[in-house]
């Protein structure tokens, strides 16, 4: 089993930045795929970015990619998701996932375990 904390989330004015951060339990953070996703106001949660424990890579979704960096910290349990140049429409609640593959997960069903999600609010 394995329990996610995300933490970091706040109100930010647009072109600003924020870092998420993603606490881990349990002894296998090194093996787990981990993920960021996000769900707006009366949208379905969408992936954001993944990163694989194996250096397979990162993956990001196109909305994000040049503006976020995911990265892990094996010794402290936790992946981060700096957000730079955030926008409006990055408004959401930001949730942690994880799963034990190699593989770089993109989709919702394809992790096991999920964070509470923190706020993220963007304004103009």
């Known amino acids: 089993q394995v329990q996610l904390v995300e933490s970091g989330g706040g109100l930010v004015q647009a072109g600003g930045s924020l870092r998420l951060s993603c606490a881990a339990s349990?002894?296998?953070?090194?093996?787990?795929?981990m993920g960021w996703f996000r769900q707006a106001p009366g949208k379905e949660r969408e992936f954001v970015a993944a990163d694989s424990w194996s250096g397979v890579g990162t993956y990001y979704a196109d909305s994000v990619k040049g503006r976020f960096t995911i990265s892990r910290d094996n010794a402290k349990n936790t992946v981060y998701l700096q957000m730079n140049s955030l926008k409006p429409e990055d408004t959401a609640v930001y949730y942690c996932?994880?799963?034990?593959?190699?593989?770089?997960?993109?989709?919702?069903?394809?992790?096991?375990?999920w964070g509470q999600g923190t706020q993220v609010i963007v304004s103009s």
């Open positions: 996932a994880a799963t034990h593959t190699n593989l770089v997960v993109t989709t919702r069903g394809g992790y096991a375990y």
């Open positions: 349990g002894r296998t953070f090194s093996s787990l795929t």
